[in-house]
């Protein structure tokens, strides 16, 4: 299993610029350098497949073919109805992440071993499905791709907060995946 960081808004303009903007706003407010933002996508390897996990817009109706495992509002629950205002959760076999040629630092080997992929692959369709860019789960920040890769990751065991971000840069919603994902292993049956 890999993981990759993929500088946010690769291969295009309009998200790079929205993530720009967003960052040197937030820096001022932190009163603190502006960094480079990624997202993160995992490539889980087992005997019958490789599957891309990520979270991206939803681009037709044909998710079934894509391998989507869940998905959800965009900005605001009342403007999910709109297809451009919706995100899906991949769990693809044999999928593709169009961004991976621009991966800094990456891949990160995570696991070699099945135990550890198939439980990722398992808690794929289980991923919390929050409004994303919102923190509707109150996790002290929005819920995102990294949220959700992270939620993944730490629920199926490996030590998140040990995986480390590419240098110079920052994952927003990297942490409100790992707070979402203590609260679901604290009660029984959930997440």
Same mark, same amino acid.
Do not use: K, Q
């Given at each position: 299993?890999?993981?990759?960081?993929?500088?946010?808004?690769?291969?295009?303009?309009?998200?790079?610029?929205?993530?720009?903007?967003?960052?040197?706003?937030?820096?001022?407010?932190?009163?603190?350098?502006?960094?480079?933002?990624?997202?993160?996508?995992?490539?889980?390897?087992?005997?019958?497949?490789?599957?891309?996990?990520?979270?991206?817009?939803?681009?037709?109706?044909?998710?079934?073919?894509?391998?989507?495992?869940?998905?959800? @509002?965009?900005?605001?629950?009342? @403007?999910?109805?709109?297809?451009?205002?919706?995100?899906?959760?991949?769990?693809?076999?044999?999928?593709?992440?169009?961004?991976?040629?621009?991966? %800094? /630092?990456?891949?990160?080997?995570?696991?070699?071993?099945?135990?550890?992929?198939?439980?990722?692959?398992?808690? @794929?369709?289980?991923?919390?499905?929050?409004?994303?860019?919102?923190?509707?789960?109150?996790?002290? /920040?929005?819920?995102?791709?990294?949220?959700? %890769?992270?939620?993944?990751?730490?629920?199926?065991?490996?030590?998140?907060?040990?995986?480390?971000?590419?240098?110079?840069?920052?994952?927003?919603?990297?942490?409100?995946?790992?707070?979402?994902?203590?609260?679901?292993?604290?009660?029984?049956?959930?997440?």
């Amino acid at each position: 299993m890999e993981l990759y960081w993929i500088p946010l808004g690769a291969g295009g303009h309009v998200v790079r610029l929205n993530g720009w903007a967003f960052e040197r706003l937030v820096a001022v407010r932190d009163r603190r350098a502006a960094l480079d933002l990624y997202h993160a996508a995992l490539i889980v390897r087992v005997p019958e497949g490789r599957f891309t996990i990520e979270s991206t817009p939803v681009p037709d109706r044909n998710g079934h073919e894509r391998g989507v495992v869940g998905g959800g @509002a965009v900005g605001s629950r009342w @403007a999910g109805g709109l297809r451009i205002f919706r995100y899906e959760i991949r769990c693809w076999r044999d999928g593709v992440i169009p961004d991976l040629a621009y991966a %800094v /630092e990456s891949p990160r080997r995570l696991a070699r071993d099945e135990a550890a992929a198939r439980r990722v692959l398992d808690l @794929a369709p289980r991923i919390p499905t929050p409004v994303w860019g919102r923190d509707e789960l109150r996790a002290g /920040e929005m819920w995102n791709s990294n949220s959700i %890769v992270s939620w993944l990751l730490a629920r199926a065991g490996f030590d998140v907060p040990a995986i480390a971000l590419p240098t110079g840069g920052r994952a927003p919603g990297w942490n409100a995946g790992l707070v979402v994902a203590r609260r679901s292993s604290a009660v029984p049956g959930v997440g």
